[in-house]
């Protein structure tokens, strides 16, 4: 087909194209429908038309009556949305040199995949209330591991990778970093990884700070501005209050799986760490829940403020978020009821006020709430709730009678038009952005459906993550 279109062009009298690198490649299987074109021209030429039909075609003819999308580019790069997911698709380039002659480029195919996650017969982002104003707005959630836009499409799934396959990947905290990449805990691990689910980097999970043979690692990872990785992990020591607090345990023979912060630079070197069990584990704690026969201080979240050099931590079995200083490691302060009771995503406005997910679980009535707090000015002393916001649960799928003690996961954000997009914590799915006027903008539900019951059920997720502009995406695609 080639030489065919290379003979062609040149009895026409135009030159054929010649390109340094060509994206996607040739016979890829692309793990999403948004698909970032390029083609560095050797020519010299511009002005770049990306032209894309669905299904295979080697013939020029075939082709032109199936163009569905094309595209101009002056930098040679184009990402566009393609419309289906198992679909085969053939393309090309058009460019037009500064003499004013066409280039073509020879036909190339690649595919996309599928997986019943992106099937939305089987599961589905189901969107209840629109946003009308917003134009742009996606987001990933973790346990679908899929990529959605605002509308409740499926724009990019995670691809297995690490030897694991899809159904056995257990994946937290999905969201993209500060460098354009994306950041994820797969099976307890922390990864980097890029659109195409390669491989940036890997935590070394060495238990260098754990003492043990792993960090055990959980609940959040994240990449920082400074280029490191931050990341929870975990501590298993003795508990040894100062006086006895169970009679039927005695002192020293309970361990308690206290917390830990590790921060790693991009050659797995641990640059700082902080450990809770030098705080914790010779107090009177009260725990709220505890996992067999050992308890569990359950760090579970944390945030940190790189401009002003504070870490915020949270933990939910003893109800407390800490301040702690950085790089000293020292509490600064610590916050607790009544401003929230169970928190699991703690969070820094850029405006300098805390925001917590909220859980809620030791109310009478434990509907969780998105809770914002003013620090003290003096840095010492209990914080000021500002506002609040009791979240919907009209999506779960639990009688209205029944009353949770635990709820699980649940994260929040501030957006850039100062609104909070929030996803509720398990059993509860309901995702959603409120205003600061408490209005919901809009409102959606993962579902799953159930062939033998014939009915949608909820889908809850650990955590999800919201982008707002296309443009931070298309970094992300193009960061190859």
């Not at 002005?47 to 999308?69: L, T």
């Not at 921060?263 to 450990?275: L, Q």
Request: contains cysteine; glycine residues 6%.
């Amino acid at each position: 087909m080639y030489r065919y279109l290379v003979v062609l062009l040149a009895a026409l009298g135009i030159p054929a194209i010649q390109y340094a690198k060509v994206f996607p490649k040739e016979g890829a299987v692309l793990n999403y429908t948004w698909v970032g074109f390029s083609a560095d021209a050797l020519n010299g030429g511009s002005n770049v038309k990306f032209e894309v039909a669905i299904g295979y075609y080697n013939s020029p003819d075939s082709f032109n009556r199936n163009i569905m999308v094309t595209a101009n580019s002056k930098n040679g790069m184009q990402a566009l949305r393609l419309p289906a997911f198992g679909s085969q698709y053939t393309w090309r380039v058009l460019l037009t040199n500064p003499q004013g002659g066409l280039q073509a480029g020879s036909l190339m195919h690649f595919s996309t995949g599928f997986i019943p996650m992106v099937d939305t017969n089987h599961v589905r982002l189901h969107v209840t209330t629109a946003d009308k104003l917003r134009k742009d707005g996606f987001l990933f959630l973790d346990f679908n591991k899929v990529l959605y836009d605002i509308n409740g499409v499926p724009l990019w799934y995670l691809k297995p990778f690490n030897g694991a396959e899809f159904d056995r990947m257990v994946v937290r905290d999905l969201k993209l970093t500060p460098q354009h990449t994306i950041s994820l805990i797969m099976n307890d691990v922390p990864y980097e990884i890029d659109y195409d689910c390669n491989v940036l980097w890997k935590a070394p999970n060495n238990g260098k700070i754990s003492g043990d043979s792993l960090e055990y690692y959980h609940h959040e990872f994240t990449r920082l501005n400074n280029g490191n990785y931050m990341a929870l992990g975990g501590e298993n020591k003795l508990w040894t209050p100062s006086t006895p607090v169970d009679p039927a345990t005695p002192v020293g023979t309970k361990k308690i799986a206290f917390g830990t912060v590790i921060e790693y630079n991009r050659a797995g070197e641990v640059v700082w760490s902080w450990k809770s069990s030098p705080f914790y584990e010779h107090t009177n704690i009260k725990y709220e829940r505890t996992h067999g026969s050992e308890y569990d201080i359950h760090q579970n979240a944390f945030c940190f403020d790189e401009k002003n050099r504070a870490l915020y931590v949270s933990f939910k079995n003893i109800d407390q978020v800490v301040k702690v200083n950085y790089p000293a490691g020292t509490i600064a302060n610590t916050y607790s009821r009544p401003l929230f009771c169970l928190a699991h995503n703690c969070r820094k406005s850029p405006k300098g006020y805390m925001m917590i997910f909220n859980n809620n679980s030791c109310a009478d009535n434990p509907i969780p709430k998105l809770t914002f707090f003013s620090e003290p000015a003096s840095g010492k002393g209990p914080g000021k709730k500002i506002w609040e916001f009791d979240c919907p649960v009209l999506a779960t799928n639990m009688h209205k009678d029944m009353k949770p003690k635990i709820t699980n996961g649940g994260s929040l954000a501030e957006l850039s038009d100062n609104s909070v997009f929030a996803s509720n914590c398990s059993p509860y799915a309901d995702i959603f952005i409120v205003t600061r006027s408490k209005k919901i903008t809009w409102y959606a539900v993962p579902q799953q459906w159930d062939v033998e019951g014939h009915r949608w059920f909820v889908l809850p997720q650990y955590r999800a993550s919201f982008v707002e502009r296309a443009s931070e995406l298309e970094k992300v695609i193009f960061n190859r």
